[in-house]
């Protein structure tokens, strides 16, 4: 029949949630900018692939992407269950179902935009998905970090920074937690294809990785005081709260000093 439009491919999908996105960068301010959207370079560093990849994508030139792939691109242009499920299908892949809660809520965006402490929103299985000024001024611009560098457990695995450590004596006890805690989401949610390719990434990456995946418990992490050695500041010791997102499985942190600590007065000076 004459007029009729097949099924959106890929790169149209790819281009129009684009073009689409109204947000800034996590922790950033919005700037006047000369056309809406993200750029591509936008949106291949919060996806974690590569720029070339991406365009490759777009033209249609690629071949069809991995799961883990849509599903990063789906969790970078923050689509909702439907959009993300109408990209998967375009990519030849059925929708995920049981996935990881990847879409923050419009009032905890609020909360995250208004609170005057350090706070990050994580999903379930670590990956940080939106972070405010006062995080970057602590502890530096997340936007620079590419790909699996922006999942906790990765980073702290394969990485870990100088800058953020814990007492030593509770460092065993935070490595095993964070892992034990990454347990719980790859029980929770069995069929997320991002969980699964970071478990498998993480196994083939880091021995101690596997060694603690076999022995620790699975259990839910709920946070931890951290010493930050900030460049200009000096030293800092905060309370690392992990607070559950009412109604789904995403989690805030949370870093806020003692009441009258000269750490209260050197975070005051770092975020005013």
Request: charged share 20%.
């Amino acid at each position: 029949m004459a007029g009729m439009v097949g099924a959106p491919t890929l790169g149209t999908l790819l281009r129009g949630f684009r073009d689409r996105c109204d947000f800034a960068l996590p922790g950033t301010v919005a700037t006047a900018r000369r056309a809406p959207g993200l750029r591509r370079e936008e949106l291949a560093m919060l996806a974690g692939v590569s720029v070339d990849y991406l365009v490759q994508l777009e033209q249609g030139r690629a071949a069809r992407p991995s799961a883990p792939v849509v599903a990063a691109l789906s969790r970078a242009l923050r689509l909702d269950e439907e959009a993300s499920a109408l990209l998967h299908r375009a990519a030849g892949l059925a929708p995920a179902t049981g996935s990881v809660t990847r879409v923050v809520p419009a009032g905890v965006e609020r909360m995250v935009t208004r609170l005057p402490w350090p706070v990050a929103v994580y999903s379930a299985d670590w990956w940080l998905l939106r972070w405010n000024p006062a995080w970057t001024a602590l502890l530096g611009d997340s936007a620079t970090l590419h790909g699996r560098a922006r999942n906790v457990v990765w980073f702290e695995m394969t990485q870990p920074s100088p800058r953020v450590w814990v007492d030593p004596q509770e460092d065993e006890a935070y490595r095993d937690a964070i892992v034990g805690d990454l347990r719980v989401a790859y029980l929770e949610h069995p069929d997320d294809a991002e969980l699964a390719d970071l478990v498998t990434a993480l196994h083939g990456t880091s021995p101690e990785f596997a060694e603690r995946w076999n022995a620790a418990r699975p259990a839910r992490y709920l946070g931890l005081r951290k010493h930050i050695d900030h460049p200009d500041a000096g030293p800092i010791v905060l309370d690392g709260d992990v607070l559950q997102v009412p109604g789904c499985d995403l989690r805030m942190v949370v870093y806020s000093p003692a009441p009258g600590t000269p750490d209260a007065a050197r975070l005051a000076q770092l975020t005013s």
